[in-house]
């Protein structure tokens, strides 16, 4: 399996706004997004990159692992990370997600 991880970042006058500004500026607002556990499978691929949907790809399914956090309080701002482990023989692994209020904690 092909994984790629891409990230995005948000801010609006509400958490769901914030969220789906994310969302879209990580390329996967256009989609209808299926959260997973965080295994990987057997034989994955991991690679970093911006993700560029297709037009004719708006409303398909897309399976996510996610991390998130949220801020409500003006000012502040809120951090996630997304790390993973995978096994040598396989490649079949874990993610691990992170939610902090700053970018040292995280």
Known sequence: MKIIITKGVGSGPTSLSAFDAAL?????S???LI???SVIPANST???QQ??????????KL?????????????????????WAQNINNDAGI???YGAESKEYL
């Open 51 to 60: 993700f560029s949907p297709l037009p004719q790809d708006v409303g398909a």
């Open 35 to 37: 959260i997973l556990s």
């Open 46 to 48: 991991i690679s970093i």
């Open 24 to 28: 879209g500026n990580a390329g996967i």
């Open 95 to 97: 993610f691990v997600e």
């Open 30 to 32: 256009d989609f209808n």
């Open 63 to 83: 399976y996510v692992v996610i991390a998130k956090q949220f801020c409500e309080i003006p000012g502040n701002s809120a951090w996630a990370g997304l790390s």
